[in-house]
């Protein structure tokens, strides 16, 4: 099956870091970038960070310097690597991706199921 699987939320303190992950499954990435987003309660979902095929990053203005979007391609999965996090970090944590099936053709655009992360005061 053609998915986008993620992992690493939780609860954490305020200066706390967490890793998140999102493996593509059934699938490899196309060369469009990927991107973490985020939603919190009664917010429109934001985009937090975005990585090309080649590496390159940027981020959003909130979460420069604390926040590093990477990617293994041999393992097929995008990471997000949350450092000094505060409390308006909380939200549930989206990955998207196009995919390219490894039986068919045609890439996609997907989104992952979404992963809390809390961070208390």
């Known amino acids: 099956q053609v998915q986008l699987v993620e992992s690493g939320g939780g609860l954490v303190q305020a200066g706390g870091s967490l890793r998140l992950s999102c493996a593509a499954s059934?699938?490899?990435?196309?060369?469009?970038?990927a991107g973490w987003y985020r939603q919190a309660p009664g917010k429109q979902r934001e985009l937090v960070a975005t990585?090309?095929?080649?590496?390159?990053?940027n981020y959003a203005d909130s979460v420069k310097g604390r926040f590093t979007m990477s990617r293994d391609n041999a393992k097929n999965t995008v990471y997000l690597q949350m450092n000094s996090l505060k409390p308006e970090d909380t939200a549930v944590y989206y990955c998207?991706?196009?995919?390219?099936?490894?039986?068919?053709?045609?890439?996609?655009?997907?989104w992952g199921q979404g992963t809390q992360v809390t961070v208390s005061s």
């Open positions: 059934g699938s490899v990435f196309s060369r469009k970038a």
């Open positions: 998207n991706a196009e995919l390219q099936p490894l039986a068919g053709w045609g890439a996609s655009d997907y």
């Open positions: 990585i090309t095929s080649g590496g390159s990053t």
